[in-house]
């Protein structure tokens, strides 16, 4: 009875000890609906700064902070209008990519040199410009 005891109490210390020290892949997101659910935090990182380089803007345009808690982010949250705008573009832009272009890589892999991005059409600015600046005249022109 004492050696089986212990056998078990071992069992039950090598599972625990084990589990204590197997990584999670998971990153805990919550409430993706277009990028996968299993990226990782690297490529979620790229993606995110690639919205914030390619519109200008930081983490408070498309997040809001925590109920009660202005200390913590909600990333989850769809309270901000601007996160749904963004769903909306990604779509646009993945469908952009799959019909149009010889799209060789992922939704989250950016590295892909033709395919329509946030930057594309951006330029470092929430509003895309629907029109060209007007051209300033030199002397020469006139």
């Given at each position: 009875?004492?050696?089986?005891?212990?056998?078990?109490?071992?069992?039950?210390?090598?599972?625990?000890?084990?589990?204590?020290?197997?990584?999670?892949?998971?990153?805990?997101?919550?409430?993706?609906?277009?990028?996968?659910?299993?990226?990782?935090?690297?490529?979620?990182?790229?993606?995110?700064?690639?919205?914030?380089?390619?519109?200008?803007?930081?983490?408070?345009?498309?997040?809001?902070?925590?109920?009660?808690?202005?200390?913590?982010?909600?990333?989850?949250?769809?309270?901000?209008?601007?996160?749904?705008?963004?769903?909306?573009?990604?779509?646009?832009?993945?469908?952009?990519?799959?019909?149009?272009?010889?799209?060789?890589?992922?939704?989250?892999?950016?590295?892909?040199?033709?395919?329509?991005?946030?930057?594309?059409?951006?330029?470092?600015?929430?509003?895309?410009?629907?029109?060209?600046?007007?051209?300033?005249?030199?002397?020469?022109?006139k």
């Amino acid at each position: 009875m004492k050696r089986s005891f212990l056998v078990i109490f071992g069992l039950i210390l090598v599972v625990a000890v084990s589990s204590a020290f197997t990584k999670i892949n998971d990153p805990g997101y919550k409430n993706l609906q277009i990028l996968p659910k299993n990226i990782t935090e690297k490529q979620m990182d790229s993606v995110m700064h690639h919205f914030t380089q390619s519109l200008n803007v930081q983490c408070n345009f498309c997040h809001v902070k925590q109920e009660g808690n202005e200390n913590e982010w909600d990333w989850a949250s769809d309270k901000n209008k601007h996160k749904l705008v963004a769903r909306q573009m990604m779509t646009m832009t993945n469908k952009l990519n799959d019909e149009y272009f010889p799209y060789s890589g992922k939704a989250e892999d950016l590295s892909t040199i033709l395919t329509v991005t946030c930057y594309t059409c951006h330029h470092g600015s929430t509003e895309p410009a629907t029109k060209p600046k007007p051209k300033k005249l030199t002397p020469f022109d006139k």
